[in-house]
């Protein structure tokens, strides 16, 4: 077999045939007694936009909101310490702006602040390492590819009035509310790593919490985007996987026949 360099796997398309490979690997390993786990998903998030090569000081203007994911998890064993997995997750990308502006009519200044949502449907394709802690525990190591496609995306302004101006401009209008925007991209295509806990409850049933790091590969903002200094654009997020799911098929054998 031609080894796998070092350079293949830090390469997103690299990585991806990577996966595929193990994916399609014989199940020598399980010998016969496969495993899978499928578990529900839920993740608070810390989401944030940033800019690249950024010439105007927009990351100054930019920080950090709490947000959401939730979904599903399929979790195949190839061998009692390595898996594969997938699913489908709805997740909730963004940033907070917050923006002083001058009162209308006075010298005083507030805060406007406005929340952008990026709202999309996700597909995780990643390879877990899981080692032995203790009886029925496991570290758990996970790193792979995503992809999504964008369901619809918001700003919310707050703290604005129509006749009142920022000092230092804003991207979006300054009217309160709630409003539709066209400015992310409509695919998302990513890179996320974690580490984490295992924890098999009773016979079949495990619980899993993990903070993940997601890091976006395609621009955030198109090409043909009206406002030229965000092209490079990326919505990055930390988030902690809490997992909830069960085991089904026969068990691995050695290490995981506690289970």
Known sequence: ???ISLQT???PFGLVMVLMVLWGAP??????NEKYQIKLVVSPSVEWIHFRNDLTGLNDLFGPKLS?????????????GFSLSTGLQYQNKGFRNETEYLIAGSNETDQGITIGSARYATMPFDMNFHIRIAKKTHILISTGLLGGYLVNSTVNNSNYT?????????LFTLSNGKSNIDLFSDWYFG???GLGFSKAIKSRMIIVVQPMYRYQFSRAIPLDANITQVVSAKLNSFAIDFKVGYYFSRQIRNQQKDF
Not at 27 to 32: E, H, I, S, T
Not at 162 to 170: K, V
């Open 191 to 193: 890179y996320q790593a």
């Open 162 to 170: 129509n006749e009142d101006t920022p000092d230092n401009g804003s």
């Open 27 to 32: 199940k020598g390993f399980a010998k016969g």
């Open 68 to 80: 959401y994911n939730f979904g599903f998890e399929y979790l195949h064993f190839l061998s009692p």
């Open 1 to 3: 077999m031609t080894p």
């Open 9 to 11: 796997l830090t390469r």
